[in-house]
C-alpha cells in the first residue's frame, strides 16, 4: 500500500503536469487564431480589396463602378448572417463573382470572420 505522502505528491505532480498541458494547448489555439486572422486578412486582400478596399469601405475605383457594399456598415452588419455571408463569397452575388473554386470552405469561413472584424 503505498503511503499518503507518494500519493499526494502523485496527485500535485500530475497537477501539475496538466496545468502545463493546458497551458500550452491555450497558447497553441490563439496563436492558430492570430495565425488564421492574418491568412483571412491576406486572403481579403488578394481576393475582395480590388473592389470594397482594404478598409472594407467600397471606396476603390472597381468599387465605385460596381457599387460594391461597404462592409464597414453597422446597419448591414446587423442585418446580415454569416450564413449569408459565407453564401455570397462561395457564390458570387450581383456583380460579385463566385470563390467557391479558388477558396476553400475554411477560408471563406474565415472570412466571415475578417469581414465581422471591419465592423464600424
Given at each position: 500500500?503505498?503511503?499518503?505522502?507518494?500519493?499526494?505528491?502523485?496527485?500535485?505532480?500530475?497537477?501539475?503536469?496538466?496545468?502545463?498541458?493546458?497551458?500550452?494547448?491555450?497558447?497553441?489555439?490563439?496563436?492558430?487564431?492570430?495565425?488564421?486572422?492574418?491568412?483571412?486578412?491576406?486572403?481579403?486582400?488578394?481576393?475582395?480589396?480590388?473592389?470594397?478596399?482594404?478598409?472594407?469601405r467600397?471606396?476603390?475605383?472597381?468599387?465605385?463602378?460596381?457599387?460594391?457594399?461597404d462592409?464597414?456598415?453597422?446597419?448591414?452588419?446587423n442585418?446580415?448572417?454569416?450564413?449569408?455571408?459565407?453564401?455570397?463569397?462561395?457564390?458570387?452575388?450581383?456583380?460579385?463573382?463566385?470563390?467557391?473554386?479558388?477558396?476553400?470552405?475554411?477560408?471563406?469561413?474565415?472570412?466571415?470572420?475578417?469581414?465581422?472584424?471591419?465592423?464600424?
Amino acid at each position: 500500500m503505498k503511503k499518503p505522502a507518494n500519493v499526494l505528491l502523485t496527485l500535485v505532480v500530475s497537477g501539475v503536469c496538466l496545468a502545463s498541458i493546458v497551458t500550452v494547448a491555450t497558447r497553441m489555439t490563439s496563436g492558430a487564431s492570430v495565425s488564421a486572422g492574418a491568412d483571412a486578412q491576406s486572403t481579403f486582400n488578394s481576393k475582395c480589396a480590388k473592389c470594397h478596399g482594404r478598409d472594407g469601405r467600397g471606396k476603390t475605383f472597381r468599387g465605385k463602378l460596381t457599387h460594391a457594399r461597404d462592409l464597414t456598415d453597422a446597419g448591414w452588419q446587423n442585418d446580415v448572417t454569416d450564413e449569408r455571408l459565407f453564401n455570397s463569397i462561395s457564390n458570387g452575388r450581383g456583380k460579385m463573382p463566385s470563390f467557391k473554386k479558388s477558396l476553400s470552405e475554411s477560408q471563406i469561413d474565415e472570412l466571415v470572420g475578417y469581414v465581422r472584424r471591419l465592423r464600424r
